[in-house]
């Protein structure tokens, strides 16, 4: 069934706004509002909402319309998301909300910081609205403990903390019975794959009145690191009755494909250029020759008056390590986070910077994807992204929620293979580029597939002499061991 009805919307969605009315037994039971087709039209037009699918309801001017086209909406939602000065819908949700508050399953890329979290929180509390023990009634999926610590919170913002209860899998949830089938109200499930799939295998998660599973990021979830997790969790779950939202901003090939092939009449919702930058951030590439004149460049632009919060990527965690130490001599409000540190020290430098303790944030990949820190007024690549996907989430980190942002991204030669698939970005999002970056041509595409694989050996960034940093850890074995000896001494002597 699932197979017949897609098949046929794939030959018949070759096209954008493709609309068939009347078919929906639950679009024909609903009087919804009368909107004249020539507004609905304008709107998509307008907000450059692009829609593929079979009976796709209009989409949402405002967010009061909710309350007569879907009486089943959570009112105190509603509430809240004034009360957070939310006070129009952006065009993914004036689309994705009216779907998935119809239980349809959705496939959806709009640009980074466009509102797609809240596309789906609206929706599941309003359906989910009681909160009662037994089964977990909505899953959201995130790759990073960080960002599923962030939807967790966002849920707790837009529901309430004491109507509903929502859960987020950490690693020390997953090893306690908090979670066990039988104790207490479960209502949101918040988690990444390799935890919940555990939990699901040893047969302590109850996810059998499931109603939603939300891929959030769902490209990466989809990707060789986490396909087979995410492949086997899915197996746990009844894709005919669930309904499934997918959620990016950017898309790879094979997500639809898996779309048509398990979910049933399915929506996809394309907001502006999929795989496009979002276009309120001024992007700009900078040459920097070697990988010496990074720090230098970086240092100017601190030293020369720059607007923080700022975010400055590196490509592993040993140089964002690096760039730290280095900026901490220039006494610039920097900080560093990896993966290397514990999670409460990871969640103590997301505070900060959030609260505007710290100025500068230096990060890898981990903070790419996601990640909402609000009014990052400047995003640094100090280390060219891997991939075009990877800048377009980094960037993203700014110029969000309808503000302006702004991307420098750094490059040396050892960057030219990878670099054109950038310089794309850049000129379908309008940047003017000089000539002979215009002009650069790309490589053979099996080529660049192996470039993206292969991260460049880059020299050390650090300026310290080899001869003070071996004296410096030198020093701190001496310290350790003396305070080991001391511990030793105290606990002899309690005996
Ligand atoms: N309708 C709205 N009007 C103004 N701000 C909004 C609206 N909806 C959400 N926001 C705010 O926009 C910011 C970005 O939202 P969100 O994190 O959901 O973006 P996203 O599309 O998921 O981004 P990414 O692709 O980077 O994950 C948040 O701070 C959120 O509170």
């Known amino acids: 069934m699932v197979n017949q009805h897609n098949d046929m919307m794939r030959l018949l969605c070759s096209g954008t706004n493709i609309k068939f009315k009347d078919t929906h037994d639950k679009l024909k039971e609903k009087q919804l509002p009368k909107i004249a087709v020539s507004d609905t039209v304008n709107l998509k037009k307008r907000h450059k909402i692009c829609v593929k ?38 065009p993914i949700q004036m689309q994705c909300i009216p779907l998935l508050m119809d239980k349809r399953c959705i496939l959806s890329c709009a640009p980074t910081g466009s509102g797609k979290t809240l596309c789906f929180i609206l929706p599941v509390l309003s359906h989910i609205k009681k909160s009662e023990k037994g089964s977990f009634r909505a899953l959201v999926l995130s790759p990073t403990r960080e ?6 919170g966002e849920f707790k913002k837009f529901g309430g903390s004491r109507k509903f209860s929502y859960h987020f899998l950490s690693k020390a949830s997953a090893n306690s019975d908090i979670l066990t089938k039988d104790c207490g109200n479960k209502d949101v499930l918040i988690a990444t794959p390799m935890h919940l799939l555990r939990m699901l295998k040893e047969d302590r998660i109850d996810l059998s009145k499931l109603q939603f599973c939300i891929l959030d990021e769902a490209d990466r979830l989809f990707d060789s690191q986490f396909k087979d997790d995410v492949t086997q969790i899915l197996e746990f779950i009844d894709l005919v009755k669930v309904t499934v939202g997918l959620f990016s901003a950017t898309l790879a090939n094979g997500i639809d494909e898996w779309c048509f092939s398990n979910l049933d009449n399915f929506v996809q919702v394309y907001i502006g250029t999929v795989n496009g930058a979002n276009s309120n951030i001024r992007q700009s590439l900078k040459f920097v020759g070697t990988e010496e004149s990074k720090l230098y460049t970086l240092k100017i632009l601190i030293q020369g008056g720059f607007q923080p919060p700022m975010l400055v990527f590196t490509q592993t965690k040993d140089r964002a390590k690096q760039v730290f130490e280095e900026l901490k001599l220039i006494n610039s409000k920097a900080d560093v986070i990896h993966s290397e540190l514990s999670q409460l020290k990871r969640e103590e430098v997301m505070d900060n910077f959030r609260s505007g303790k710290t100025w500068i944030l230096i990060c890898t990949d981990l903070m790419g994807r996601g990640i909402d820190f609000k009014n990052v007024n400047c995003v640094v690549n100090f280390d060219l992204p891997q991939t075009k996907v990877d800048y377009i989430h980094r960037i993203g980190r700014s110029g969000r929620a309808g503000k302006e942002g702004k991307a420098i991204t750094f490059f040396t030669e050892q960057d030219k293979e990878r670099l054109p698939s950038i310089i794309n970005v850049l000129k379908n999002s309008g940047c003017e580029l000089p000539g002979w970056l215009t002009n650069m041509k790309g490589i053979a595409r099996r080529d ?48």
Do not use: C, M, W
């Open 448 to 495: 660049y597939k192996k470039a993206t694989k292969k991260p460049v050996k880059r020299n050390d960034i650090s300026t310290v002499p080899r001869y003070d940093k071996e004296k410096a850890k030198k020093r701190k074995a001496i310290i350790a061991d003396s305070k080991a000896k001391k511990k030793t001494k105290l606990d002899t002597a309690d005996k």
């Open 147 to 152: 960002l599923a610590k962030q939807t967790y």
């Open 53 to 90: 699918g079979f009976d796709v309801p209009e989409p949402l001017g405002t967010f009061a319309e909710l309350k007569a086209s879907h009486p089943k909406i959570l009112k105190s939602v509603l509430q809240k998301i004034s009360d957070n000065e939310i006070t129009a819908p952006t």
